[in-house]
């Protein structure tokens, strides 16, 4: 990761996580965005525990000036986990799929594990995966295996 331009080179759009011991921001270089995410213990008067903590924020509404941040609502982004400090090799490269509209309306979210680090790529795929190409079934049958109250 040390090797590549957006570290060193990219511009840094500071990402408000709406919790004080969760920082985030966004790092683009040309055409790679990044987003970086940090846990960090609990205060000194509240004896430095170090604690999972849920986190949800948009990225690209809300606060944003959208002139800065390249996220389009109309787009489809593949989020690529590229560095997690706290499980390793195991989680590693996982993808998901986020429309921009999710990003910048609904959030981003999920769970940090105690002091992690966590670094995802953001890149636009739009034009890589079409309508045809996505798997409609689960969405369709989605009623052949509700529960019912007995």
Same mark, same amino acid.
């Given at each position: 990761?040390?090797? =590549?331009?957006? @570290?060193? $080179? #990219?511009?840094?759009?500071?990402?408000?996580?709406?919790?004080?011991?969760?920082?985030?921001?966004?790092?683009?270089?040309?055409?790679?965005?990044? %987003?970086?995410?940090? =846990? *960090?213990?609990?205060?000194?008067?509240? +004896?430095?525990?170090?604690?999972?903590? /849920?986190?949800?924020? %948009?990225?690209?509404? +809300?606060?944003? $000036?959208?002139?800065?941040?390249?996220?389009?609502?109309?787009?489809?982004?593949?989020?690529?986990?590229?560095? =997690?400090?706290?499980? #390793?090799?195991?989680?590693?490269? /996982? /993808?998901? @799929?986020?429309? +921009?509209?999710?990003?910048?309306?609904? +959030?981003?979210?999920?769970?940090?594990?105690?002091?992690?680090?966590?670094? @995802?790529?953001?890149?636009? /795929?739009?034009?890589?995966?079409?309508?045809?190409?996505?798997?409609?079934?689960? *969405?369709?049958?989605?009623?052949?295996?509700?529960?019912?109250?007995?």
């Amino acid at each position: 990761m040390d090797e =590549n331009p957006a @570290f060193t $080179d #990219g511009t840094i759009i500071p990402v408000p996580t709406q919790n004080t011991r969760i920082a985030a921001f966004l790092r683009i270089h040309h055409d790679k965005m990044y %987003l970086c995410i940090f =846990n *960090f213990p609990n205060p000194h008067i509240d +004896g430095q525990q170090a604690v999972p903590r /849920k986190f949800n924020f %948009l990225i690209g509404g +809300g606060d944003f $000036d959208s002139s800065t941040v390249p996220i389009l609502p109309d787009r489809i982004y593949e989020v690529i986990e590229r560095y =997690n400090n706290a499980e #390793g090799r195991t989680r590693r490269e /996982k /993808k998901e @799929f986020w429309s +921009g509209h999710e990003l910048m309306h609904l +959030g981003f979210g999920g769970v940090l594990e105690p002091v992690s680090s966590h670094v @995802f790529e953001l890149a636009d /795929k739009t034009d890589s995966y079409t309508a045809s190409r996505c798997c409609w079934i689960p *969405f369709c049958a989605t009623p052949l295996w509700e529960t019912r109250p007995r």
